[in-house]
């Protein structure tokens, strides 16, 4: 249970619902399906990177609304035993399949998140993660390092997509809310989406 243990005691402040999202333990998985009411993008000429991140299942170009996706959290155990959680994040836009992909980890020592985004990956993140007051889950970006095969360099501060995600969940609807947001320094917005997705359940 990697995200309990980042958490630490402030994981018994989410949502019930959040707890049981983030409570699994490898052999378990997380499914869900939902609408995305938004997917933005950057500027054009960004184009060339997301084109190169979507052969990578790692940001996309297209934008658009009301975008059917569904989620996939698969909880599992490393070659070295340490318990790993795989993100499949699919999004359904006209006649593609779109992917936001991810492999997490948790350093214990530092009490962060390791994140590596896409498949093969092409860029690392260190994550933090607390809870808000209303007992939703806030994720932000730290650390960064662009991958190259086998080499990661790390990113200065104005080269870096910083990260933050808010997700709750929404007892009116009985849904999960998620929002996603990549800013850069020089560029400002270079990616986001905001949606909820419902059916959730951990098998």
């Given at each position: 249970?990697?995200?309990?243990?980042?958490?630490?005691?402030?994981?018994?402040?989410?949502?019930p619902a959040?707890?049981?999202?983030?409570?699994?333990?490898?052999?378990?998985?997380?499914?869900?399906?939902?609408?995305?009411?938004?997917?933005?993008?950057?500027?054009?000429?960004?184009?060339?990177?997301?084109?190169?991140?979507?052969?990578?299942?790692?940001?996309?170009?297209?934008?658009?609304?009301?975008?059917?996706?569904?989620?996939?959290?698969?909880?599992?155990?490393?070659e070295a035993?340490?318990?790993?959680?795989?993100?499949?994040?699919?999004?359904?836009?006209?006649?593609?399949?779109?992917?936001?992909?991810?492999?997490?980890?948790?350093d214990s020592?530092?009490?962060?998140?390791?994140?590596?985004?896409?498949?093969?990956?092409?860029?690392?993140?260190?994550?933090?993660?607390?809870?808000?007051?209303?007992?939703?889950?806030?994720?932000?970006?730290?650390?960064?390092?662009?991958?190259?095969?086998?080499?990661?360099?790390?990113?200065?501060?104005?080269?870096?997509?910083?990260?933050?995600?808010?997700?709750?969940?929404?007892?009116?609807?009985?849904?999960?809310?998620?929002?996603?947001?990549?800013?850069?320094?020089?560029?400002?917005?270079?990616?986001?989406?905001?949606?909820?997705?419902?059916?959730?359940?951990?098998?």
């Amino acid at each position: 249970m990697i995200y309990k243990q980042v958490l630490g005691e402030e994981f018994y402040h989410l949502h019930p619902a959040l707890q049981r999202r983030y409570g699994g333990s490898p052999g378990t998985r997380f499914n869900g399906d939902g609408m995305m009411w938004t997917i933005e993008s950057g500027p054009k000429w960004l184009a060339p990177l997301f084109k190169l991140g979507a052969r990578r299942k790692f940001l996309f170009p297209e934008q658009g609304k009301d975008i059917p996706f569904t989620i996939r959290n698969t909880y599992t155990q490393g070659e070295a035993g340490e318990e790993q959680v795989h993100w499949e994040r699919i999004f359904y836009i006209g006649k593609k399949k779109r992917y936001f992909n991810a492999w997490m980890s948790l350093d214990s020592e530092r009490k962060i998140m390791k994140d590596y985004l896409g498949e093969p990956p092409l860029l690392y993140s260190d994550l933090s993660f607390s809870v808000s007051q209303d007992g939703g889950l806030h994720i932000a970006s730290k650390r960064q390092r662009f991958i190259a095969g086998n080499v990661e360099i790390p990113l200065p501060g104005l080269l870096q997509g910083h990260v933050n995600v808010t997700e709750k969940y929404i007892e009116s609807r009985q849904c999960f809310y998620i929002h996603v947001k990549v800013t850069n320094p020089i560029i400002g917005k270079v990616f986001a989406y905001e949606g909820e997705f419902t059916s959730g359940q951990l098998l």
